[in-house]
């Protein structure tokens, strides 16, 4: 399968031949020019067939996949699946950084980090009583796969992990919105990073776990880290 079959349509329907080369796309991307990276030229290399050449290239790598250029684009290419796709047909040893050991990790521990299930649930709970000898917060707590919760609050793994502060900010949120709020113990990771390196199958698997929480502890409302 060519990248140019595997970028679907959009709902304006539009398909990448009809790429006129005007370079909006490059216009609007934040980063053209940098290392040599330009969504037309990457657009350009699609169509010609050169798919090779770019999925061995460092260019899908270079991109941050906001969607800018697809924005811009007067006939709706699908640049950001385009480019996803290229980063999918990467062999995953040579997927660059940490993204892919994230990846497998998340699939096979429920969180990026690899956070064993006793200690998320020991840092929730110690973060969260921390929180309750504040003056005002003092009847506050982090409840754990709360059925029929209001609102299911997945975590980015830094929250956890280095950046508990921002969880605090959160909570201090939810508690003074008197917001009815809950934490899945398991699979928690609300970062999917099979969508940035281009594994479609690892990010259906946890969209897939986000969707089971919902329908488990039979919540209507997502707050969605990413
Ligand atoms: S903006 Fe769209 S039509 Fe213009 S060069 Fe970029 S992809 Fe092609
Ligand atoms: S998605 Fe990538 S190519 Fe498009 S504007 Fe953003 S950085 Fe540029």
Known sequence: MSIKNLAPLRPIHSVPDLCMACGTCSAGCPITGMDGFDPRKIVRMVLMGRDRELVESKL??????????EYACPMGIN???MIRSARGMVDRDKVPGQIHKGVE?????GNNLGLPAEDFTFII???????A?????EDFTAPLDKKGANLLHTLHNKLVNTQNEDLVHWWKIFHLA????????ENWEGVNWG??????DAMKIVVGRIVDHMKNLEIKNLMYPE
């Open 195 to 200: 969508l940035f390196s281009g594994d479609d």
């Open 125 to 131: 709970e110690d973060v969260a009583s921390e929180l």
């Open 79 to 81: 640049i950001v699946q």
């Open 60 to 69: 899908p790598w270079i991109c941050t996949l906001c969607g800018k250029c």
């Open 133 to 137: 000898e504040e003056p005002g917060f």
């Open 105 to 109: 990790l998340g699939l096979k521990t």
């Open 178 to 185: 008197k917001e009815d709020f809950t934490i899945p113990s």
